[in-house]
């Protein structure tokens, strides 16, 4: 778990990277496409970005762990 009020793209990176597998299983991905003051967006890729569920797998799975690991994140939002 990373401490302190400064987030990097590197950090959410390696967060992410952690969580990757699970969607490439299933035909999907994530990108990262920008880190502003404590928000991340993302863009979810392949089976993911036309899934029903995305948005359940955006907020329950990719934010929450996502805070889990960066307690500094606010939000993620996707683009």
Same mark, same amino acid.
């Given at each position: 778990?990373?401490?302190?009020?400064?987030?990097?793209?590197?950090?959410?990176?390696?967060?992410?990277?952690?969580?990757?597998?699970?969607?490439? /299983?299933? &035909? $999907?991905?994530?990108?990262?496409?920008?880190?502003?003051? @404590?928000?991340?967006?993302?863009? !979810? +890729?392949? /089976?993911? &970005? $036309?899934c029903?569920?995305?948005?359940?797998?955006?907020? @329950?799975?990719?934010?929450?762990? !996502? +805070?889990?690991?960066?307690?500094?994140?606010?939000?993620?939002?996707?683009?």
């Amino acid at each position: 778990m990373l401490e302190g009020s400064e987030v990097t793209r590197e950090d959410v990176e390696k967060a992410l990277s952690k969580m990757r597998p699970m969607l490439q /299983a299933d &035909g $999907g991905d994530v990108e990262l496409v920008d880190l502003q003051d @404590g928000v991340v967006k993302v863009r !979810l +890729k392949g /089976a993911c &970005g $036309g899934c029903p569920m995305a948005m359940m797998t955006l907020k @329950g799975g990719i934010e929450r762990m !996502l +805070k889990s690991e960066i307690p500094a994140i606010k939000e993620v939002k996707a683009v």
